[in-house]
């Protein structure tokens, strides 16, 4: 059999394509999106070889028209969580010894796949399953994805080229291992990108994967599937899930071959997850330390300083906290103005939400679209409602909500007079930012509660025109920002060039995007030859 030290492609970031009118791509996936909305799927279960359908369904109804149904998918017994194991576990015999080159071609495969043939219909499953706007879509569900796939070949062949020195008649080798088990992915609803990457990463490296999506995003994520079958990933490596969560990760965390979790979701069920692995530890049910590695909430912040240019500050403050209706966890949704330039800022920010256009992604010119279903509609009408109503707080623009078609929320500002008024420190997950007003003199008291006022520690930004001052917030909000930004939004993060993550109450900060993540998922073995071996025990030491 041929040997060599292959070198893959250069990773590079896929070009995010403008969708403007006129473009090819603009027709392609606004045709691709009429076709898939005039049809309706059965999403099965994909455990080892088989396409599995219990008869016991959800539907699933685009956000932004709940009426309508785009299809149907089947929820698991515990019975079909015990065999996605052992599915796993048999396909981990050829896949784990697979060579390198090999895995590595087929995730390549993958996102060549994505970013030519599946482009359209990977960008207009999210746009029907999570309400996201061609452009989001765009830059998620293909370009993120795309870069996510191939850069973690190029830090793959990184890992595996890193190598100990060797000393005279010595040669030491480090090889990485896949963990001894299966890894279980859970997905969020909010990224295609990330439900890809979280069971892909570790698949790369030689893992096999239980995958269960958010119940929101299994549309789109049969997609992803269809792409990985296409791509040669073989059955059983990556097995997808769904139905009741608790008993799912219940099932999948009591076996002895648990090896790890990759998650990215809710700091509450992550925190649930790390008890559940610790009680499981003290009863020595597992074989291997499971790695646990989790990205989770934010209240990501923007702070400006008085020397900022107000129309940069507004503009960040828009598209910051209100892309794809402020549900991503790096969204801006607390913010803090100087007084001597809150009038200009406050000025722009509302003539800016005053122009965006809401309803359905099908229409390209809409910047805002529904939140994701009705349980955050109603706690996100919740804290509008007690806005309205506080003493303390003052909504300047937005405010308005209607679910009777679909599960629109105004883009809403709130301003209040209080620091720890209950919007600057909770997690929304929605088109809400809050604001506070601080007096200019109070610029590194207001730095001191910015830091202090949320559990969080994800994303923020500073603007500034003030070098001083920009080098006094780097080193003041140090810990509860795991990406800064410094003059931008503090949203998007894009792979090989800010790898996404952060601390505190927003997860273990393992960097998706990054040979930081990949490094997880391997277990390393040293391996020291001894190339002329000693047949005499005594050292010189010993001589007369």
């Not at 061609?134 to 796939?149: K, N, R, Y």
């Not at 919007?423 to 929605?430: A, N, P, Q, S, V």
Request: proline letters at 6%.
């Amino acid at each position: 059999m041929p040997k060599g030290i292959y070198n893959v492609p250069d990773a590079f970031n896929e070009p995010v394509l403008s969708y403007a009118p006129g473009t090819k791509e603009r027709e392609q996936v606004l045709a691709t999106f009429k076709e898939m909305y005039a049809t309706t799927v059965d999403v099965p279960m994909y455990i080892g070889s088989e396409e599995v359908r219990t008869g016991k369904t959800q539907t699933m109804n685009p956000p932004f028209d709940h009426k309508k149904v785009v299809g149907t998918y089947h929820e698991a017994e515990k019975k079909h969580v015990e065999q996605a194991i052992d599915a796993a576990l048999e396909a981990r015999k050829k896949w784990a010894s697979m060579a390198w080159e090999q895995r590595a071609a087929i995730f390549l495969k993958a996102a060549d796949l994505l970013a030519g043939p599946y482009r359209a219909k990977i960008n207009a499953s999210t746009m029907i399953a999570q309400a996201k706007t061609v452009h989001q879509a765009e830059i998620d569900a293909a370009c993120e994805f795309i870069d996510f796939l191939r850069f973690n070949v190029e830090f793959m062949t990184q890992i595996y080229a890193e190598q100990p020195i060797s000393s005279e008649g010595i040669w030491n080798r480090l090889e990485h291992r896949p963990l001894e088990g299966f890894i279980y992915a859970i997905t969020p609803f909010n990224f295609t990108a990330i439900a890809g990457n979280l069971p892909a990463a570790p698949a790369l490296m030689g893992n096999v994967v239980v995958w269960k999506p958010s119940a929101a995003q299994v549309y789109s994520a049969n997609i992803i599937m269809e792409v990985f079958k296409l791509a040669g990933v073989p059955d059983g490596v990556i097995n997808m899930v769904h139905g009741d969560p608790v008993m799912i990760t219940d099932t999948l965390m009591a076996s002895p071959d648990f090896a790890g979790v990759h998650y990215t979701g809710s700091t509450t069920v992550f925190n649930g997850i790390w008890a559940k692995i610790g009680a499981n530890m003290g009863k020595g049910i597992y074989k291997t330390y499971p790695k646990i590695v989790g990205e989770t909430g934010g209240k990501d912040f923007i702070i400006a300083h008085p020397s900022s240019i107000p129309a940069q500050v507004a503009t960040g403050l828009s598209r910051g906290a209100f892309e794809f209706q402020g549900q991503k966890c790096s969204a801006a949704s607390r913010a803090y103005i100087p007084q001597s330039i809150w009038g200009a800022v406050k000025e722009h920010l509302v003539n800016d939400v005053k122009s965006m256009k809401m309803g359905s992604p099908e229409d390209p010119s809409n910047f805002i679209t529904s939140v994701i279903h009705e349980a955050s509609f109603d706690k996100l009408a919740k804290y509008i409602d007690a806005a309205k109503a506080a003493n303390d707080a003052e909504i300047i623009v937005g405010g308005t909500y209607d679910k009777s078609e679909g599960y629109f929320i105004a883009p809403t500002v709130i301003v209040t007079t209080n620091p720890q008024y209950e919007t600057m420190y909770t997690e929304l997950f929605g088109p809400v930012l809050t604001i506070y007003v601080y007096e200019d003199a109070k610029w590194e008291e207001t730095l001191k509660l910015v830091d202090e006022t949320s559990p969080y520690a994800l994303t923020g930004a500073v603007f500034s025109q003030d070098r001083y001052a920009i080098e006094q917030a780097t080193k003041a909000l140090e810990n509860c920002a795991g990406n800064f930004y410094i003059n931008d939004k503090p949203t998007g993060a894009v792979v090989g060039q800010q790898p996404f993550g952060g601390a505190r109450a927003s997860g273990t900060n393992d960097k998706a995007g990054s040979i930081l993540n990949l490094l997880r998922w391997v277990s390393p073995r040293t391996i020291k030859e001894t190339l002329v071996t000693p047949t005499d025990y005594r050292y010189p030491f010993l001589g007369e």
